[in-house]
């Protein structure tokens, strides 16, 4: 009776152990969950991680001006889960610093990339537009997620080789605009494209107009007017539009652009729909490059 119980009680204990170790592979092999607090960088966080992760992106929606959003309680919910959290920076998404406070979590690792990159409140934050940002924190993102998840540190690896290697043609692209048009004067109604102009060597106009457009307040009038002049007299190549930032001024200055036929390209601050961060930006160089060569 005695060795019946024992044989009992051994095959439980086996049980046990297995359901145990059934529950910590599970555990395991769940996605991690991760909040991006804009789209392209939830893109890439996707391409890195694959099904070993879970993405919430928060902006994601090219109709609407990101300057302008609100947090929701859905939003505070999703970071509170979060075992990773990238966001912008430099005062570009400032509500993620005050949900993140708001929601104290000591294992949440946090990556901004104003931070990767040296930038600061003040700098232009659309930094995903610089050829030079995302490599960057592609490989903070990819070792975050070795750091959280060792076991599938080879598939990070390889997938951002993989992502590093797929921006070559827009690199490229880049160094073919440099090599054609640099020095020649453009201008534009928002910051939102100065980082790729200046590694293409393009020559940026009316900073201060786009500025003041930026941080939704009235350009002064000496600025307005000189935005004016450069497109009545045909002083700049091409008009680049924030496409997520309009005001009845932008639309006047888009207007003026047209008639004095000077080309314009519209940009914009949120990814679009079906398409990846690669496909983005190739697509807006090459509607870049269109409109230079089009003048």
Not at 49 to 71: K, R, Y
Not at 124 to 151: C, E, F, G
Not at 170 to 189: C, E, F, P, R, S
Not at 210 to 215: D, E, G, K, R, T
Request: glycine share 6%.
């Amino acid at each position: 009776m005695a060795a019946s119980v024992r044989h009992v009680a051994k095959h439980i204990a086996l049980g046990m152990a297995a359901l145990i170790f059934s529950g910590a592979a599970l555990a395991q092999s769940a996605p991690i969950p991760v909040v991006a607090a804009e789209n392209f960088y939830g893109d890439v966080i996707q391409q890195l991680g694959g099904a070993h992760v879970s993405v919430t992106s928060i902006l994601s929606n090219p109709d609407q001006d990101p300057h302008l959003f609100e947090a929701s309680p859905k939003t505070a919910r999703d970071l509170h889960r979060a075992a990773l959290v990238v966001y912008n920076g430099a005062d570009y998404d400032p509500w993620m610093e005050k949900l993140l406070a708001a929601s104290k979590n000591d294992r949440r690792v946090a990556i901004v990339a104003a931070d990767v990159m040296g930038k600061k409140a003040g700098d232009n934050p659309h930094l995903w537009y610089d050829p030079q940002t995302m490599p960057a924190v592609a490989r903070k993102i990819a070792d975050a997620l070795a750091r959280l998840d060792s076991a599938h540190k080879t598939d990070y690896d390889a997938n951002l080789a993989r992502f590093l290697a797929s921006l070559a043609p827009i690199d490229n692209k880049i160094n073919d605009l440099k090599a054609k048009y640099q020095g020649v004067a453009v201008t534009a109604t928002e910051p939102v494209a100065g980082y790729l102009c200046d590694a293409a060597g393009l020559a940026m106009r009316n900073a201060r107009f786009q500025l003041a457009v930026m941080n939704d307040t009235e350009p002064a009038a000496s600025d307005i007017a000189a935005f004016e002049q450069d497109l009545r007299g045909k002083r700049v190549r091409v008009l680049i539009y924030n496409a997520q930032a309009v005001t009845k001024l932008t639309e006047r200055m888009l207007g003026l652009a047209r008639q004095s036929n000077i080309p314009s390209v519209s940009f914009t601050e949120t990814q679009p729909a079906g398409k990846t961060y690669q496909q983005w930006m190739s697509a807006q160089v090459d509607a870049l490059a269109q409109a230079l060569g089009g003048h």
